[in-house]
């Protein structure tokens, strides 16, 4: 066996030589803002997702800081032998507090959370029926976990209706996944009827709410608040804290004895190392942040909705976002998603292309992440520039 069989590793390697010309890994330098620097020259930021300008402020730093003084940069153990710290537990709780459920439970990584949890929660006696168009992680989870995956089409509840109706009796469990905010597009889940189809069906829900979380409902509450729905009729609540919590990790809120089942019997939670104390620190500050000034929330959105009703005045397609703080610009081939990327960058503003595989053949995109910490100057600018580019493209 030579790495060369490692399956796509040559097809890769035929590509290889394009890689420099892609605009990935590119080097930042300093906390990425509103702005960022990258190779010495400061570029209006829409790619990271410092969602409400957070990140690399004092109050975060110092709390991580404080942390690391208190307890090193390691809790060099699993949780559950000798790596438990006070921050974990406090962290937990005011997650589920926040969310308005019992109880969470924090993880070292947002994607492995997702792995992780998935493949305990269901194995292959159950059925998973999700999105189209939910998160890489979650499908890795399904995949895992051995049960029969189904996707319905995008946000299209009589295409679940249909679905659950022919195949709910064939399984023990049926898992339902969604996403709050949906990452590439910017629209919301369809939680009223998701929860209608789950109760009516008597299936599991799971929403992640990595990019809901801190972004909409009241005070950030996520898409629950947003809804005005109990969330405690979603039956498992997950989130990242890499977005508006500032931090490194993922959660799972729910009921108490979803949560305690977790705690004895994850494998990426049982036999790993627990959160660092600063993440840990930091997503706490994060939270606690949230809720002292709720503004930000405001701003994030206020901002949101500005520049994709600007946007929506020019020639180009938003697709589906609708007022979250990921608004697209859809633009179809990978190649013409490059250009205009390039073109962006060039006039000083840096919003990642995302090119298939990330997204369908012929739906190429660049992704505007907004941020509360954005000006108004930063927006009209950014307008102005795409019109120019359209007009450009279009030989105006
Ligand atoms: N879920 C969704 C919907 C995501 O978009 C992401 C990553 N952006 C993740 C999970 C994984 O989170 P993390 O980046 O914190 O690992």
Known sequence: MSIEMIPGFRQ????????????????????????????????????????????????????????IQQYGTSVSSSRLLSGEIPLHRSLEREIASFLGVKDSIVQVGGHSTNVNTIAQLVDSSDLVICDALVHNSIMQGVQLSGSKMIRFKHNDMNHLDKLLKRFRQNYRNVLLIVEGVYSMDGDLCKLPELIQLKKQYGCLLMVDEAHSIGTIGHGGRGVTSYYGIDPTNVDVLMGSMSKSLNSCGGYIAGN?????????????????????????????????????????????????????????????????????????????????????????????????????????????????????????????????????????????
């Open 256 to 396: 108490k004895s979803l949560i305690t089942f977790l705690r004895y019997n994850l494998p990426g939670f049982v036999f790993s190392v627990g959160m660092t104390p600063a993440n840990a620190a930091a997503a706490q500050a994060s939270l606690r942040m949230i809720q002292k000034k709720p503004e930000l929330v405001n701003q994030l959105l206020e901002n949101a909705s500005y520049f994709l009703a600007r946007l929506k005045k020019l020639d180009v397609d938003t697709g589906l976002s609708e007022g979250t703080p990921i608004v697209p610009i859809i633009l179809g081939e990978s190649e013409r998603a490059l250009w205009f990327a390039e073109r962006l960058f060039e006039k000083g503003i840096n919003a990642m292309p995302i090119i298939y595989p990330a997204v369908k053949e012929k739906e190429a995109r660049i992704r505007f992440f907004m941020s509360a910490i954005h000006t108004k100057g930063d927006l009209d600018y950014t307008i102005d520039i795409v019109k120019q580019i359209v007009a450009e493209e279009k030989g105006l």
């Open 12 to 67: 890769f390697h035929q590509m290889d030589t394009n890689l420099d010309k892609l605009p990935f890994f590119r080097m930042n330098e300093g906390v990425a803002s509103n702005k960022i620097k990258v190779n010495g020259t400061s570029k209006i930021n829409y790619s990271t997702y410092n969602y409400l300008g957070l990140n690399g402020t004092n109050e975060i730093n110092e709390a991580a800081l404080q942390a």
